[in-house]
């Protein structure tokens, strides 16, 4: 039998040929949009008297049977959207179901069902960060006192706090959630009823199968609706950012597991073992994070390289964008769950973190400080914290071991008198770094309090947002459902 759409062409596509065009197997992704779509537009046919009462109960009612159906089962439509529309006119046959696909395409389909998919992928996806960053304050909140070394190029510089580190993943975490939380809006639209890219004579209603599907609006432009997929874009570039701060937070992990860091030490249940050496503990999953980052990358640059030549107007170019989207969703929230779950479960090594925090030279710039409040300027207190360090690494000992002769070499040029130098030197450690340590969104031990309690109350407020997001959408559909439930009666 010819295909359903190819009443033009006469042939049907080879088995190989069908294998290379087909998205169906993509589309199972999507294969629930498609039918609630379907279901608006068939009620909005019926609105507008397109359909009649008889044949807009059929349709609806095949439709609903058709959500229970296994529809990744192979077949020799097209794709998901063929499917449907064939099945739905063998359950009522032509007369009715052949009249379904009025006032509408494919182009304004799928782009219907992608926008659905994302807009609810973002809403679990915003969910899942949000119980990520709860995770990390939780954490935070137990080592605000947990002193250890702050990095740059990996090379220790000031003593800060371990829950200044976890705060400060929360925060990217925070912007990754806003920014998906604003492409929703661009993404809350609907393309349903802009047709193959002009629009209808048929007297259809695009609002009101927008408003029967929960979103904001329309995409009101017809070539905008189906050719645009710059939102796609946003949404993935979003993904792919989040993957990029997750991708870090792993990459600090993987450092802090070392056993020549010792600061944390994975739960065994996040932990791979070795085929061959007996004693290993591999932050394997931490490495997948990395990994599939590079993967969501990828997948951004090809969403991207697809569009920036294509013209205006739909073109098949497009279906390829589908799996992108889909992996990079997927990928995002296991990577959110399965992190979520390895800092719940982390050992922090204290012990370890504060004895590093107090040992080398990391109070330099505590002390440096202290010479300027006694009103030094800030180049000279510099210049003779350098020498005590280079004093001290010669004789590879500590700041606080120096003797008062070493401690007087350092002031040679007298600018500061030694033995107030040295007081000021055994008076620091890292406590009183942290304690002293003031400045707004520094590691300073009340700074961490303040942080945590103002994240917290955000978390609060973004979780009301998106639960009222969530049930704006389930409320709508919920509506349609029960319009579904009258009419096929
Ligand atoms: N399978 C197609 C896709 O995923 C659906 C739209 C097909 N439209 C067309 N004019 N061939 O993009």
């Keep these: 039998m010819l295909g359903m759409y190819r009443s033009r062409l006469g042939k049907n596509l080879d088995q190989h040929t ?32 397109i359909l009649n ?45 052949g009249k379904m696909h009025t006032a509408r ?57 371990f829950s200044h580190f976890l705060i400060s993943y929360s925060d990217a975490l925070l912007r990754d959630f806003e920014r ?23 007297p259809i209603n695009r609002n009101s199968t927008a408003k ?76 997948l994070t990395r990994g599939k980052t590079a993967r969501v990358i990828g997948n951004l640059v090809a969403i ?31 990577a959110l769950v399965v992190l979520n779950s390895m800092f719940a479960t982390l050992k922090v090594n204290k012990q370890k973190m504060n004895q590093i925090a107090d040992s080398g030279y990391l109070a330099a710039l505590d002390i440096a400080e202290a010479l300027v409040k006694e009103g030094l300027p800030f180049r000279t207190a510099h210049k003779i914290v350098g020498k005590l360090v280079q004093i001290a690494h010669e004789s590879k000992i500590s700041l606080s071991e120096l003797t008062s002769s070493e401690v007087t070499r ?10 107030k130098l040295g007081k000021i030197i055994s008076s620091i450690n890292a406590q009183s770094s942290l304690k002293n340590r003031s400045s707004l969104g520094s590691s300073g031990i009340a700074e961490q309090n303040r942080l945590i309690s103002k994240r917290k109350s955000k978390i609060k407020q973004y979780r009301n947002n998106v639960t009222k997001r969530t049930s704006q959408i389930t409320l709508a559909i919920e509506r349609l459902s029960s319009r579904v439930k009258m009419l096929s009666k």
């Design 18 to 49: 069908l294998d290379y065009v087909s998205s169906i197997s993509d589309d199972s992704e999507i294969a629930i949009y498609d039918i609630i779509g379907s279901q608006a537009h068939s009620i909005m046919l019926y609105e507008n008297k």
């Design 53 to 97: 009462k008889t044949e807009v109960k059929k349709i609806l009612a095949a439709l609903e049977k058709l959500k229970k159906q296994n529809l990744s089962a192979k077949s020799s439509a097209e794709d998901i959207h063929e499917l449907i529309e064939t099945m739905v006119i063998k359950k009522t046959g032509l007369e009715a179901g």
């Design 105 to 161: 395409s494919r182009n304004d389909q799928v782009a219907l069902d992608l926008r659905m998919k994302i807009r609810d992928d973002i809403n679990t996806i915003c969910s899942c960060i949000l119980d990520m960053v709860e995770t990390l304050i939780l954490l935070a909140e137990k080592h605000t006192a947990t002193a250890m070394p702050l990095y740059t190029h990996l090379q220790q510089a000031q003593i800060g706090t």
């Design 180 to 202: 998906l939380y604003d492409t929703f809006e661009r993404v809350n639209h609907s393309p349903l009823g802009a047709g193959p890219i002009g629009g209808t004579s048929l």
């Design 212 to 287: 029967m599907l929960g979103f904001f609006a329309v995409v009101e432009n017809s070539i905008d609706a189906t050719s645009n997929r710059d939102v796609v874009a946003e949404y993935v570039g979003n993904i792919a950012i989040l993957m990029t701060n997750l991708s870090r937070i792993a990459e600090d992990l993987v450092i802090w597991s070392t056993s020549e860091f010792s600061f944390v030490e994975l739960s065994d249940q996040f932990s791979s073992p070795s085929s061959v050496m007996p004693q290993k503990k591999n932050p394997d999953i931490l490495e």
């Design 304 to 334: 991207l390289s697809n569009l920036k030549g294509l013209a205006s107007g739909y073109g098949r170019d497009l279906q390829e964008i589908k799996p992108s989207v889909f992996l990079s969703s997927r990928t995002a929230i296991s």
């Design 410 to 419: 350092s002031v040679a040029d007298k600018e500061f008198d030694a033995k």
